[in-house]
């Protein structure tokens, strides 16, 4: 069991950047990959990117090159820079945990792109 709060959402104009932040309660080293999952109403919850224990990264297509998605191992907390914002990025982002067993999820975080 492993407890995750994201932060950093918020309104931004379409164009601009968020910064994304999901700290755990346990060593995200602990965990096969971290990742940040979305859903904007009306669709289904959909991956956008993670990283996994040794590093590797994966983004979905719709956002590859826009948002960058990392880690400070010392302080149990996985980022998600997005950069570039689309109205179509609008939607609850939220953080995963992920072991072999099952996976966790944080409360999630609004992010709103409107002008």
């Known amino acids: 069991q492993v407890q995750l709060v994201e932060s950093g959402g918020g309104l931004v104009q379409p164009g601009g950047s968020l910064r994304l932040s999901c700290a755990a309660s346990?060593?995200?080293?602990?965990?096969?990959?971290m990742g940040w999952y979305r859903q904007a109403p009306g669709n289904p919850r959909e991956l956008v990117a993670f990283?996994?224990?040794?590093?590797?990264?994966n983004y979905a297509s719709s956002v590859k090159g826009r948002f960058a998605i990392s880690r400070d191992i010392a302080n149990n907390t996985v980022y998600l820079q997005m950069n570039s914002l689309k109205p179509e990025d609008t939607a609850v982002y939220y953080c995963?945990?992920?072991?072999?067993?099952?996976?966790?999820w944080g409360q999630g975080t609004q992010v709103t792109v409107s002008s």
């Open positions: 346990r060593s995200i080293l602990s965990f096969d990959a």
């Open positions: 995963n945990a992920r072991r072999d067993w099952g996976s966790s």
């Open positions: 990283i996994s224990n040794g590093g590797s990264t």
